[in-house]
């Protein structure tokens, strides 16, 4: 299933503000067969790691766990006993990178476990699952990576409110997003910023307004094919983030490179704290934009936004 960016508005969708995230054209694949035993055997490609589980044998620290996890919450909703099953991960997401691999992974196994047992895509019950499967990872998730891993495209999102689909025309757009090197966990820097919201809430209070403020002027710019405004919020919201500390130094680098060799705009995407920049560019500029940022990074991606989200592929 499709990895995501952020545009504007991590962090603060914690909070109930409204954020606008993109599906990416980097896809997370589950494959589903028959155990040969009762056990669940899980075999991540990338990780380059198996193990097995039972209900007798979990091993909950390990980082196959949630996927396993995904399995147990699916089987519960379709009133299943235990059962075991082969799943197979790969993924073209890089982890721990603010853009959404374990919650694609999560959909993806979830998907794959439905069709397993000729079940229909319910894309509303993927995505609740999927949410339910990322608390072991993020203790609290936005809900958002989840969301746009199903359902692909565009999308403003609000926890209390869902999501809804924008009208939009990224074709002469290129997502880049350059790799800090540095790295981070998201839940502890949700923990971190939620800690400083409570410390000074009276100050935190009009950041997350204008930040919620900020995100629905991205929406439509998004509709009216706008990107230069896009641009131009998603640097404003940048600054917001550095404002709730959650940037850095090499951050920093990362964004303002960007912004000086071309990009429309250029910000944190994800958590922080390390993680990756990401820069919105037209198509001709996006070759100065990569040779700079290779510079300094170790891993720079150069992605088109998705319209699909959760499907099954042929084999």
Do not use: W
Request: contains cysteine; charged residues 25%; proline residues 3%.
């Amino acid at each position: 299933m499709r990895g995501k960016a952020i545009l504007v508005g991590e962090h603060f969708v914690v909070e109930n503000q409204p954020a606008i995230a993109v599906a990416l054209n980097l896809r997370a694949r589950a494959e589903v067969t028959e155990s040969s035993s009762s056990e669940t055997i899980i075999i991540s490609e990338n990780l380059k790691l198996e193990e097995s589980f039972s209900k007798d044998n979990v091993n909950e620290k390990s980082p196959l766990y949630p996927i396993y996890y995904a399995k147990k919450l699916t089987l519960e909703h379709l009133n299943l006993d235990d059962y075991g099953l082969k799943i197979r991960i790969s993924s073209e997401i890089p982890p721990a990178s603010g853009m959404g691999s374990s919650a694609a992974v999560s959909v993806a196994t979830i998907a794959a476990i439905l069709k397993f047992f000729d079940e229909s895509l319910d894309k509303e019950k993927i995505s609740k699952l999927a949410y339910e499967a990322e608390k072991i990872v993020h203790g609290k998730p936005s809900g958002i990576d989840n969301t746009i891993s199903t359902y692909g495209g565009a999308i403003i999102f609000r926890k209390s409110e869902g999501f809804i689909s924008l009208k939009s025309n990224f074709e002469r757009i290129k997502i880049i997003l350059a790799d800090s090197g540095l790295p981070r966990s998201t839940g502890e820097m949700v923990r971190q910023v939620l800690s400083l919201k409570k410390k000074y809430e009276k100050i935190m209070e009009p950041i997350y307004h204008g930040a919620g403020r900020l995100a629905i002027e991205v929406a439509k710019a998004i509709e009216n094919n706008d990107f230069e405004t896009v641009g131009e919020l998603m640097n404003i919201n940048h600054g917001l983030l550095s404002a709730i500390n959650v940037s850095n130094k090499k951050l920093e680098e990362l964004v303002y490179t960007a912004r000086e060799n071309g990009a429309l705009g250029a910000k944190i995407t994800g958590a922080g704290g390390g993680g990756f920049i990401i820069a919105l560019s037209y198509e001709d500029r996006c070759k100065m934009i990569v040779e700079e940022l290779r510079k300094l990074s170790p891993r720079v991606i150069v992605c088109d936004v998705s319209k699909d989200g959760v499907t099954i592929e042929d084999n």
